[in-house]
């Protein structure tokens, strides 16, 4: 199924459901009608400042409160299928055995994979396969990619992460028979990656689009195959490592995460989408 496709279905799903998720988070008798209940979100570091918007605006529009944690894509899609967590935040597509497993998508936005350098690193352009090679060990030196006779240091996030399923996913395709080499620091979030680049000279990682809007002083983004990131860039399909933003729920949806999945497509979560960098999947 194609992401047209999915972001079709999750629409007619959700608008379908809106009106079922209403009746259970507000229908009923007074007392459950006035009692407020938790939404449990965990996943995608990614996603996480995303969602902890979603919550602020949602809990004053709902009578409902919301426990948000991060963890990893990985880990969303797990605490979604042990029944930990009402909804798994991820920013990678499900795997075949998660999805058999019972996941049910609904595509909320799109991202990038922005890659950023050391500025003392000397570089401003890497094609993908340069990328590969950085992270597979062929290149060593930033020289011999046009910059400063610099040592390169790559830096990965954790296994797990999606950010890091979607680059790698990428640099696979560049490259063939390209692995990346476990003896790189790997990174548990998108902030602490950041702050790892920030304080390693001649370091090299990868953030989302939305947090390479505010990079330290001694930190810059690299165009990719000579495109920069942006949100034009990824809606018309010229940045290439881009990926969708997804919420999971273990089955369809029901309750208040039907009412909530619907809300967040409604114009007001996608504005939401929108502001914090990321790209809206629905015109308004």
């Known amino acids: 199924m194609n992401d047209n496709l999915k972001i079709i279905i999750a629409v007619i799903l959700t608008a379908v459901i809106c009106i079922a998720g209403s009746a259970v988070v507000f229908g009923g008798d007074a007392e459950n009608a006035n009692k407020k209940q938790t939404l449990v979100v965990t996943g995608s570091t990614t996603v996480q400042p995303l969602m902890n918007q979603f919550q602020e605006s949602f809990e004053e529009y709902a009578n409902i409160s919301m426990n948000v944690t991060g963890g990893g894509s990985s880990a969303g899609a797990s605490a979604v299928l042990q029944k930990t967590a009402d909804i798994g935040m991820m920013s990678r597509d499900p795997k075949q055995a998660?999805?058999?497993?019972?996941?049910?998508?609904?595509?909320?936005?799109?991202?990038?994979?922005?890659?950023?350098?050391?500025?003392?690193?000397?570089?401003?352009n890497l094609t993908v396969e340069e990328i590969a090679k950085i992270y597979s060990g062929i290149y060593t030196n930033w020289k011999e990619l046009g910059g400063n006779d610099k040592k390169i240091n790559p830096i990965v996030r954790e296994e797990g992460s999606g950010t890091r399923d979607c680059i790698?996913?990428?640099?696979?395709?560049?490259?063939?028979?390209y692995e990346t080499?476990?003896?790189?620091?790997?990174?548990?979030?998108?902030?602490?990656?950041?702050?790892?680049?920030?304080?390693?000279?001649?370091?090299?990682?990868?953030?989302?689009?939305?947090?390479?809007?505010d990079l330290s002083a001694n930190t810059v983004t690299v165009a990719v195959n000579g495109v920069e990131a942006s949100v034009e860039t990824v809606s018309n399909g010229e940045y290439s490592i881009s990926r969708n933003?997804?919420?999971?729920?273990?089955?369809?949806?029901?309750?208040?995460?039907a009412f909530f999945l619907s809300w967040v497509l409604s114009p007001q979560g996608q504005k939401i989408v929108e502001d914090m960098g990321f790209i809206k999947i629905i015109s308004q």
């Open 98 to 124: 998660e999805i058999e497993g019972g996941l049910e998508v609904t595509v909320i936005g799109m991202d990038a994979v922005v890659v950023i350098v050391s500025k003392d690193a000397g570089v401003n």
């Open 168 to 177: 790698e996913e990428a640099l696979a395709k560049a490259l063939e028979g």
């Open 181 to 213: 080499s476990n003896s790189y620091p790997a990174e548990a979030s998108t902030g602490s990656m950041k702050t790892r680049v920030e304080n390693t000279s001649g370091a090299i990682g990868y953030v989302s689009l939305s947090a390479a809007s």
């Open 245 to 257: 933003l997804i919420l999971v729920t273990n089955g369809e949806p029901t309750g208040m995460s």
